[in-house]
């Protein structure tokens, strides 16, 4: 079996032809995680008997004659914070080493009821916090494409995992841009759906509000398909949307014809010189495939990095107050008195990353700087998808790049907690408007590092932004 070239497809076609059963590509596909995965530590924990018993299940519908789900039998990588029952959730934190969850995540549930079989657990930065993986407790996850560099983050677990073959789609979440970071750095698909498409029951709270589970693969098809199957209403989770939900793939027509596109001028000028001529080179793609370009402004990106970084740690304090060591795993030993325990079970527990978050959210969040930062960045993040409705009273999607520069050296900057906030400039204003985004690979640097190109639509539109991304990809692929 060619894992790194299987797709959704391909996988029924083997199904359903006899080619092999579900059982005989699923021990197949954990022989080569644990021949691929010490190559870049993508996967943090294999669950092979879950595994085999979800494949057993789809054997034994098609022995039966039984139709089989949408995506039986397809081996499947979940980002570390999506809880997975009976099977350890570390989210990449010290904290959790041990957590074993009561209860599935939504996502896994429809996942698994569509016939997926989920292999294992993917590395990520902890908590979701970061853009390069370094910020996890069980080491660094190397990109695929070139291993003495970052795989992006914080699902850089799952994207190794997709571009590496060993899983043919994955789930990421993402809250300033971990699913389309991530995929960019390692020449996948990344989609981030529309906040409250895909149920957030079960993904590990980092900042409530911005958060979002996505799928990511191969194919732009592949992520459709997956949204298709875990996007829709769930009572569990107040916020997700009671919209229905299309089929995207259905709607992979290459229609693209006279779609306007807007190009965000703010978004062009710090590129790197071969990002840009990659994303302008895509640009030329979309114009020959018949879409009208036109250049539009985003004002507001400027103060997008302060508010994302007022925001998502103000959330991320108080979502992470949690973890106090009564409740869950991880208890310091060396503690005389119930504050001393709190004390050094945070201290001892949580990373460097995340008490700078818990600090600043605290901060930002208190009673004489509330107004000042809290509420200020509030307004900023309403001007941002102000900008964002206006852009799209004029233009159906807005493409663009998904990072300044491609995937940069593992250490290059850890020490400069700045430089790395820097790096989302472009990924979390889709988040902050809560619109639906992704990447799709837009080709390689001379050196062979793989960069995407950013694709904005309207709210719950993933429809257009699908189409769009799928000609371009079938295009380039031609
Ligand atoms: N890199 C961003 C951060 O560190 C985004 C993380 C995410 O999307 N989960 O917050």
Redesign the pocket.
Known sequence: MDFPSLTIERVRKGLLGREFSARELTAEALRFVEVENPKTNAYLRLAPERALAAAAHVDEQIARGEEIGPLAGVPVAVKDVILTKGVITTCGSKLLERYVPPYDATAVVRLERAGAVVLGKTNC?EF????SNENSAFGPVRNPAAPDRVPG??SGGSAAAVAQGTAVVALG???????R?PASFCGVVGVTPTYGRVSRYGLTA?ASSLDHVGPLGRTVRDTARVLGVIAGRDPADSTSADAPVPDYTTELDGQVKGLKLGLPREYLKDLTSESGDLIARGVEVLKKLGCQVREISLPSTDSAVAC??VL?TAEASSNLARYDGVRYTFRSASSDTLSDMYRNTRGEGFGAECKRRIMLGTYVLSAGYYDAYYLKAQKVRALIARDFAKSFQQVDAIVAPVSPYPAFKLGEKVNDPLA??L??IY??TG?LAGIPCMSVPCGKTAGGLPVGMQILTRHFDETTMFRLADAFENSEAA
């Open positions: 930065d979701a916090m970061g853009s983050g914080s979440s993402d809250t300033g841009g971990s699913i970071q980092f994302y970084y998502a790395m906030y790096s989302d990924t979390i988040d």
